[in-house]
């Protein structure tokens, strides 16, 4: 890639990026115009997916609303998404958890990390 993109990109970029990883709970603070009203909307879900590189990183969440699975794509430094939250923290074993979409229920979950010395 050539310098002046990446001079561009690295002035897009966020100086405290939130640290989470793939399988854990975050809430993700997005936020909403509608007409000329501005507000902020709380996401909350497990991170099925982080892909991409410096100002193109982008995320994915899944939820489960009224019995229906929810997934939104996150631009990670978009100035849309004010803050990301790390609720806890998950163990998991791949980078991409899609089988997630076919399970339900109990078996939908990810199994909490624990940190070592607790």
């Known amino acids: 890639m050539s310098d002046i993109i990446k001079e561009i990109e690295g002035a897009e970029l966020k100086q405290e990026a939130p640290k989470f990883e793939t399988?854990?709970?975050?809430r993700v603070y997005g936020r909403i115009k509608e007409?000329?009203?501005?507000?902020v909307q709380v996401f909350e879900g497990t991170v099925l997916k982080i892909q991409g590189?410096?100002?193109?990183?982008?995320?994915?969440?899944r939820?489960?609303?009224s019995g229906v699975g929810v997934e939104k794509t996150w631009?990670?430094?978009?100035?849309?998404?004010e803050k990301v939250e790390v609720v806890?923290?998950?163990?998991?074993?791949r980078a991409k958890l899609?089988?997630?979409r076919n399970l339900s229920g109990k078996k939908?979950?990810?199994?909490?990390?624990?940190a070592p010395g607790k």
């Open 53 to 61: 590189g410096g100002a193109r990183t982008t995320f994915t969440v």
């Open 63 to 65: 939820k489960a609303s």
């Open 75 to 81: 631009p990670l430094h978009s100035p849309n998404v």
């Open 88 to 93: 806890r923290k998950g163990k998991v074993r």
């Open 35 to 39: 007409g000329t009203r501005e507000r």
């Open 108 to 114: 939908a979950k990810v199994r909490e990390q624990i």
């Open 98 to 100: 899609n089988y997630l």
């Open 23 to 26: 399988g854990d709970t975050v």
